[in-house]
């Protein structure tokens, strides 16, 4: 396996990138509008309503900043509310992103583990309330903001 040395976002995408520019490289056919998704400053303008990890069903949103409308993050999720405590898609997805990108690194007790290059940052996590949902999340993120949000363990 060749160690990567960089990622410069997610697949085809970089950090900067206008609406249009995304659109173009993911493949107009299977994005749709997405406007009503905001987060801190950011605005999810596209959607991939449909996308398989292994088996398991997920969503992508390109989150633009508000202002200036170029491409901050790429957050993809687990789509459906599993009840009980299923982790498969976030073994699906830690399997795969380990395959593509190397070993991760875990943050302190948490279910989130990260995979760092000098320009961008994958995190992965999953957050499970028993009995009741279960939802796993890859976030691409520029390191430079990724380190801004990054909070200290418990242990």
């Known amino acids: 396996m ?10 085809d995408t970089y950090w900067g990138m206008g609406v249009a520019e995304v659109s173009a490289v993911t493949g107009q056919e299977y994005l749709v509008e997405n406007t009503n998704e905001d987060f801190k400053g950011l605005i ?3 959607k991939i309503p ?13 989150q633009f900043e508000k202002s200036t409308r170029r491409l901050a993050q ?20 830690k399997r795969v992103l380990t395959e593509s990108y190397g070993t991760s690194e875990r943050i302190g007790t948490r279910d989130c583990w990260v995979w760092q290059f000098p320009t961008t940052t994958i995190e992965l996590f ?12 890859i976030r691409f993120t520029p390191t430079i903001n990724y380190q801004e949000m990054v909070r200290s363990p418990a242990f």
């Open 2 to 11: 060749v160690k990567i040395q960089d990622v410069t976002g997610w697949r």
């Open 44 to 46: 999810g303008l596209l």
């Open 50 to 62: 449909l996308v398989y990890i292994s088996d398991e069903e997920f969503e992508i949103v390109f």
């Open 74 to 93: 790429v957050h993809i999720r687990s789509k459906g509310n599993f009840t009980g405590n299923s982790a498969t898609p976030l073994h699906a997805a």
């Open 126 to 137: 999953h957050t499970a309330i028993a009995d009741i949902s279960s939802f796993t999340a």
